[in-house]
Structures are given as structure tokens and as C-alpha cells.
């Protein structure tokens, strides 16, 4: 058996606003492995200042994988514990090798063109005029749900965009859901209070990470329930994962499997909120259509319900040509459509 890696570079067809700043490109890697009968092809989907394994010695690390990739799939995912895209390319591309079809890894209803996943459409921090084009879009592409991303322009502007949503639509018509990135310093809990007025459905990270305390008095006293995502980068153990969810008790946490372990970490996160009676959802962090088809085919193999954050895949304009397609609201994987060969992708 043999790998290689490779970098690629997606090109974002609009700058892309977040409160750490705006995002122009995005880096990934795919991981190759070939065991003399078929190949397989894996997504290491880093994000520059976000993954934990954004670290110098990361390129290092995937040569590495590639050099041991003999000592199979187990050995490798339990050495990369401190590099969670490495695990999930090394995952993704296993599964892949395993197939019949390299892009086909979790045999199901969406994986067949059968069944589609209800997801939500994405409002990108911007100016005024741009988020409210952004809002006006995705209402006419059908979505039921719409997530907006906060704490980047004036508050009362954010405010007054979801205002003008609700007075249009009821949270029976139209799921909203905000997202701050950790941008909400201490008046944290006075901006829930006005965002619940507007019969929003949650908060993803209202505050900095690594604020326990308070994080847990804000999910103990906000009318807004609140959902962890950044929250959970860069912890590693059982125990730790444990401690967290027990420490903090958040209404929500998001699955990112490139950021948390691939499919086996993200796997226990949700095993071990559902013990402590904790929901979650599942979203793509920016991967090409090969990491999206991933995650999107293991969602719906492990039945998580409501809206998913799998909506990135036209957000770059040299994106992997591929069968998903979103339509009213739902990814689902056309069977009109096909793949890039594996061989366009590798050279």
C-alpha cells in the first residue's frame, strides 16, 4: 500500500466575513491511497487560525502519514490525536479504498440519490446592503432555515436584519439561527435576551472559548438556547470531552468532523451530549465537495435530525465537480450528475 498527499487551494467566489476576519481563499489537502487494486481519496480539511492542527509541522505530519500508511487505518488515526483533519482524511480515504465507488463511503438512501438532508442557508458577515442580498437570496432559494452569521457590523443593524426576517415570516414559517463566533464580550447576556425576543433558535458560541464559568451561566440563565462549536477544538480525551459538556451543560453542541476527530470523534462527541441530554447538528467546515460528500453521507447515516450546516459546497469557484446539488433547502447527490475522476483530482 502506498499515499501521497496533495494540496489544493479553493478560491472563494466572494470575500467571506467572519469576526476573525474575512476570507478570501481556503486551504485543504487530500490524502491518496492505492493498494495495488484501488485507489482511495481522503479531505484534510485544515482552516488556517481555527484547526488545532494549524501548526507548522502540519505538512510534516501528512508526509509522515503518507510514508506509515502500511500500518493501517487504526494504527494512524490513534497517532494523529493532535491533528483531527489528518484523522478524518485518513478515515475518508480508507473507507474510500474499501468501495466499489471511491466517493461512495456510507451505502444509504442519500447516497444513492434517494433521500436529500434539510439544511440551512448561510448569511456571511458583510455591510448592510450585503447581508440583506445574502438574506433576500436564500429566502428564494427555499430555504426554512436561515443562519446568520453576528458581532461583525453594529449590533442594532444585525438586529434590525432579523427583525425585518421575522415580520415576514413566523418561527413556524422560517428556523433562524445566529452564529457570533465568540464575538459577545459582557454584555453577552443582555444581546441573547433581545435575540430571543425574535423567537431565534439558538446561539452558536456567544462568548470567547475556554470561558466555563461564564459559558455556563449564560446556558443556565439566557432565554436563547445556546449550541458549542469552537468549543470543542482541541479536546482530545474522553475525560476531557466529559468535563466540558458536564461543565458547561450547553443546550447544543455542532459536529465538525475536521475539527473534532474525523467520523470517530465526532461520533463520541454526540454519543456522550445525547447521554447528558444535549442535541446536536452537523456542519462542514469549509471542505471541498469531497470532504462535503463525506460528512453529508455519514449525517444521514447516523440519522441526526434538523437542519444541517452542509450548505458550503458553491461557495468556491473551483470547487471538485460533483453530483451534490442543493435545491429548496435540501443537499442531495444528483444521479444526473457525476464525478471528476479520481485521476483529475490526484494530478
Same mark, same amino acid.
Given at each position: 500500500m502506498v499515499a501521497?498527499?496533495?494540496?489544493? #487551494?479553493?478560491?472563494?467566489?466572494?470575500?467571506?466575513?467572519t469576526s476573525r476576519g474575512i476570507l478570501r481563499q481556503k486551504e485543504t489537502w487530500f490524502i491518496f491511497i492505492n493498494d495495488g487494486q484501488k485507489m482511495g481519496l481522503g479531505e484534510c480539511g485544515l482552516l488556517r487560525g481555527l484547526s488545532c492542527d494549524d501548526r507548522p509541522d502540519y505538512e @510534516?505530519?501528512?508526509?509522515?502519514?503518507?510514508?506509515?500508511?502500511?500500518? &493501517?487505518?487504526?494504527?494512524?488515526?490513534?497517532?494523529?490525536?493532535?491533528?483531527p483533519s489528518i484523522q478524518m482524511g485518513v478515515e475518508?480515504?480508507?473507507?474510500?479504498?474499501?468501495?466499489?465507488?471511491?466517493?461512495?463511503?456510507?451505502p444509504n438512501a442519500f447516497s444513492s440519490s434517494e433521500a436529500s438532508i434539510i439544511i440551512n442557508g448561510l448569511i456571511w458577515m458583510g455591510d448592510l446592503d450585503f447581508m440583506l442580498a445574502q438574506v433576500k437570496d436564500k429566502l428564494e432559494q427555499g430555504f426554512s432555515c436561515i443562519k446568520m452569521k453576528v458581532g461583525a457590523i453594529d449590533f442594532e443593524q444585525e438586529l434590525s436584519i432579523l427583525k425585518g426576517i421575522r415580520n415576514q415570516y413566523t418561527k413556524e414559517q422560517l428556523v433562524l439561527r445566529v452564529d457570533a463566533n465568540g464575538a459577545f464580550k459582557a454584555d453577552a447576556i443582555e444581546k441573547l435576551h433581545r435575540l430571543a425576543a425574535l423567537d431565534i433558535h439558538s446561539i452558536e458560541?456567544?462568548?470567547?472559548? &475556554?470561558?466555563?464559568?461564564?459559558?455556563?451561566?449564560?446556558?443556565? @440563565?439566557?432565554?436563547?438556547? #445556546?449550541?458549542l462549536d469552537e468549543e470543542l477544538i482541541g479536546v482530545f480525551s474522553r475525560e476531557d470531552k466529559i468535563a466540558l459538556l458536564e461543565g458547561i451543560q450547553p443546550q447544543f453542541i455542532i459536529l465538525k468532523p475536521s475539527f473534532i476527530g474525523g467520523f470517530t470523534g465526532a461520533k463520541e462527541w454526540s454519543t456522550l451530549a445525547q447521554e447528558r441530554g444535549i442535541d446536536s447538528w452537523v456542519t462542514s467546515a469549509l471542505e471541498s465537495n469531497v470532504g462535503l460528500n463525506a460528512i453529508a453521507q455519514w449525517t444521514y447515516h447516523n440519522n441526526f435530525k434538523g437542519h444541517q450546516g452542509l450548505g458550503t459546497g458553491n461557495l468556491f469557484t473551483n470547487n471538485i465537480p460533483s453530483p451534490l446539488t442543493i435545491e429548496n433547502g435540501y #443537499?442531495?447527490?444528483?444521479?444526473?450528475?457525476?464525478?471528476?475522476?479520481?485521476?483529475? #483530482?490526484?494530478?
Amino acid at each position: 500500500m502506498v499515499a501521497h498527499y496533495k494540496k489544493y #487551494i479553493l478560491e472563494f467566489r466572494q470575500p467571506s466575513g467572519t469576526s476573525r476576519g474575512i476570507l478570501r481563499q481556503k486551504e485543504t489537502w487530500f490524502i491518496f491511497i492505492n493498494d495495488g487494486q484501488k485507489m482511495g481519496l481522503g479531505e484534510c480539511g485544515l482552516l488556517r487560525g481555527l484547526s488545532c492542527d494549524d501548526r507548522p509541522d502540519y505538512e @510534516e505530519k501528512l508526509a509522515w502519514t503518507c510514508a506509515n500508511i502500511h500500518l &493501517g487505518k487504526d494504527f494512524l488515526y490513534a497517532s494523529l490525536v493532535e491533528f483531527p483533519s489528518i484523522q478524518m482524511g485518513v478515515e475518508t480515504a480508507f473507507l474510500s479504498m474499501l468501495s466499489d465507488d471511491p466517493f461512495l463511503l456510507f451505502p444509504n438512501a442519500f447516497s444513492s440519490s434517494e433521500a436529500s438532508i434539510i439544511i440551512n442557508g448561510l448569511i456571511w458577515m458583510g455591510d448592510l446592503d450585503f447581508m440583506l442580498a445574502q438574506v433576500k437570496d436564500k429566502l428564494e432559494q427555499g430555504f426554512s432555515c436561515i443562519k446568520m452569521k453576528v458581532g461583525a457590523i453594529d449590533f442594532e443593524q444585525e438586529l434590525s436584519i432579523l427583525k425585518g426576517i421575522r415580520n415576514q415570516y413566523t418561527k413556524e414559517q422560517l428556523v433562524l439561527r445566529v452564529d457570533a463566533n465568540g464575538a459577545f464580550k459582557a454584555d453577552a447576556i443582555e444581546k441573547l435576551h433581545r435575540l430571543a425576543a425574535l423567537d431565534i433558535h439558538s446561539i452558536e458560541q456567544p462568548i470567547p472559548v &475556554g470561558n466555563w464559568r461564564e459559558m455556563n451561566r449564560l446556558c443556565k @440563565e439566557s432565554p436563547l438556547p #445556546i449550541a458549542l462549536d469552537e468549543e470543542l477544538i482541541g479536546v482530545f480525551s474522553r475525560e476531557d470531552k466529559i468535563a466540558l459538556l458536564e461543565g458547561i451543560q450547553p443546550q447544543f453542541i455542532i459536529l465538525k468532523p475536521s475539527f473534532i476527530g474525523g467520523f470517530t470523534g465526532a461520533k463520541e462527541w454526540s454519543t456522550l451530549a445525547q447521554e447528558r441530554g444535549i442535541d446536536s447538528w452537523v456542519t462542514s467546515a469549509l471542505e471541498s465537495n469531497v470532504g462535503l460528500n463525506a460528512i453529508a453521507q455519514w449525517t444521514y447515516h447516523n440519522n441526526f435530525k434538523g437542519h444541517q450546516g452542509l450548505g458550503t459546497g458553491n461557495l468556491f469557484t473551483n470547487n471538485i465537480p460533483s453530483p451534490l446539488t442543493i435545491e429548496n433547502g435540501y #443537499i442531495r447527490l444528483s444521479n444526473k450528475k457525476v464525478w471528476t475522476p479520481l485521476e483529475q #483530482i490526484l494530478f
